[in-house]
């Protein structure tokens, strides 16, 4: 059904073609402790320091936050040696890859994304009246002479989650900036970095020198997954003076929150507590990917703080029931083209030990012994 059929305002062309982004379940009918390892959520939570300026904050909701979130711009600059007046922050880096959509994007031209990127990227570019163009993949990750072979000069924004989500695989800087060479001018390079503090790979590079010595490369980042402030909606981009301009210019006056402000103040400072949050993260996605392979099930090499699990053809749907009758809820993939496979969360020990127990007994009645 679309609203032509209505009497009332009808939405731009489009519109109502996009297919609604749908979360990570949260529930499960199970009478017991729930793990809800659905949604690339740390296991740690977010660093004491930021819990303790969030309450802070409860005494002063009266008042308007900072408009340009000087105070968290100044912090992200001093932490990674930038320009502040280059860095741009919003309401999640969901919001940012929005704005950018809608200062670049228009009917007629396109924006290109990868086969399984994440699924916020249409959405973005259908809503502006640009058209999405899909480069294949090669082993779930992004490959950049696909990408290359679907630039037109229709092209104007190249998405890239790297690493992507959900499959957690990711490009080497070296081929990010043969994407970036190959690329017209008058298109934008977005780099969604948004797990970027996970890897630990010598040959990655979030993307900070590409943005610092080019016109047209966006970086954006997040709070929501390492830093543990998923609820308080907030992420930052690194942009060329001129891009970060033009997003001032059409972003929300206090789009970010003062709340969200003072928690990424004090989590981006508390770097003893990001250390801990990546040592545990190396040891249980390593674990978790040898001990399930174990037991049958095809595990894509990640460098997120999540793993995509493949399952033979219909056992997928299967074996989340059987997780969420244990109290174990992981996220679908079938919104990804993905439906023979579950991305699960690196979470704590108990989760983790759980998982590969529930899904060592799962494999074993489909005959995997």
């Not at 508390?270 to 949050?277: C, L, T």
């Not at 704590?348 to 590969?356: I, S, W």
Request: negative net charge.
């Amino acid at each position: 059904m679309t609203n032509s059929t209505t009497n009332g305002p009808v939405a731009q062309p489009g519109i109502m073609n996009i297919a609604p982004y749908v979360p990570g379940k949260s529930n499960a009918s199970f009478d017991g402790k729930i793990y809800k390892l659905s949604s690339n959520e740390t296991p740690l939570g977010p660093s004491p320091k930021a819990i303790a300026a969030f309450k802070e904050l409860s005494g002063k909701l009266e008042l308007y936050p900072d408009g340009s979130s000087s105070a968290l711009r100044n912090t992200i600059a001093e932490r990674y040696g930038l320009n502040a007046d280059n860095i741009v922050c919003g309401s999640g880096s969901d919001e940012l890859l929005e704005l950018i959509s809608g200062a670049y994007l228009g009917q007629g031209d396109e924006a290109i994304y990868t086969r399984h990127g994440f699924l916020v990227y249409p959405i973005a570019i259908m809503a502006n009246g640009a058209t999405p163009v899909i480069a294949d993949e090669v082993d779930y990750t992004a490959n950049v002479d696909k990408i290359i072979a679907k630039i037109s000069d229709k092209t104007r924004i190249i998405f890239l989650a790297n690493p992507n989500n959900p499959t957690g695989t990711y490009l080497p800087f070296d081929e990010v900036k043969r994407l970036h060479k190959a690329m017209p001018e008058n298109c934008l390079l977005v780099l969604d970095a948004a797990y970027a503090e996970y890897v630990t790979n010598n040959d990655y590079e979030a993307g900070i020198e590409l943005v610092a010595t080019s016109e047209n490369v966006v970086m954006t980042r997040t709070f929501s997954k390492i830093y543990g402030l998923a609820g308080l909606r907030l992420g930052w981009a690194y942009c060329p003076p001129q891009i970060a301009d033009v997003l001032n210019r059409v972003r929300g006056p206090f789009n970010v929150n003062a709340a969200a402000i003072a928690a990424g103040v004090a989590a981006i400072k508390d770097v003893e507590h990001i250390d801990k949050a990546i040592t545990h993260n190396s040891k249980w996605l390593a674990w978790l990917t040898t001990e399930l392979e174990k037991t049958g099930i095809k595990v894509t090499p990640s460098v997120g703080n999540f793993l995509l699990l493949h399952f033979a053809k219909g056992i997928a749907a299967k074996a989340d029931d059987y997780l969420s009758n244990n109290g174990l809820i992981l996220r679908g993939m079938s919104a990804y083209g993905l439906p023979d496979a579950l991305r699960l969360t690196i979470g704590n020990q108990e989760a983790n030990e759980r998982v590969v127990t529930a899904l060592t007994a799962f494999m074993k009645e489909q005959g995997n012994d």
